[in-house]
């Protein structure tokens, strides 16, 4: 996908994302994300389209762990191209942990990817689960745990500089560490499109949907708001 395609999408999320904080969402609304780009693919991510439940991301917003406001996660496309560290979760060939530089009170959101989903029209789809704004000490300290698929030095260190000025920051933590390994850490090499047949065409699909006009609900109640 070229990149006006993402900004593109991103104005569609944004503007269902205002529909869902008004409470006049359709239900049952499928985000799309768009297609993975250079980073996301150089981690593994397979060529398909990206997708996010209205109902899910309703849900996450108002887990009583980590409770956030719907509107935190504007320009969720954009943020998830141009990630902050992706980390492996489990099986890094079934799911990955992506750190945007969205915030919710200082804290970085975790987006959760789980991959080759199949959706309601038995497409398959990598599907968002989890998003919530993530402690920073603790996604750093995967770092150390050799969990980093993809960093961003540059930002991720003034990360790690905001954390040595916290000094109620955990025990645990080692940021001298951290330093080091994000120092000498080499990202992925960048695989453009690597993708099979049976996802062939699926960029143009996903930026199509995205795009496709959504007839208005009859009544809708407006979301939580935290």
Request: charged letters at 20%; proline letters at 5%; hydrophobic letters at 35%.
């Amino acid at each position: 996908m070229k990149n006006n395609e993402y900004h593109i999408i991103n104005e569609v999320f944004n503007a269902r994302l205002e529909d869902q904080i008004n409470g006049t969402l359709m239900a049952g609304y499928i985000y799309e994300l768009g297609m993975p780009g250079n980073i996301l693919q150089s981690t593994g991510f397979p060529y398909e389209p990206i997708q996010l439940s209205a109902r899910q991301l309703n849900m996450k917003s108002v887990d009583k762990n980590h409770p956030f406001r719907i509107e935190a996660v504007k320009n969720l496309v954009v943020a998830l191209q141009n990630p902050i560290g992706v980390f492996s979760y489990g099986d890094k060939s079934k799911s990955q942990n992506v750190i945007v530089e969205l915030q919710y009170r200082n804290k970085n959101f975790l987006v959760g990817v789980h991959f080759n989903t199949p959706n309601a029209n038995f497409i398959s789809v990598s599907n968002i689960r989890g998003l919530f704004p993530k402690d920073n000490h603790e996604w750093i300290n995967w770092i150390v745990q050799g969990k980093a698929l993809y960093i961003n030095k540059k930002k991720i260190q003034k990360l790690i500089d905001i954390q040595g000025i916290n000094h109620s920051e955990p025990t645990y933590l080692d940021l001298n560490l951290a330093t080091k390994i994000v120092k000498e850490f080499k990202n992925p090499t960048k695989n453009i499109n690597n993708y099979s047949d049976k996802n062939k065409g699926s960029g143009t699909d996903c930026f199509a949907n995205a795009l496709a006009p959504i007839p208005k609900p009859k009544s809708t109640a407006k979301v939580t708001k935290n």
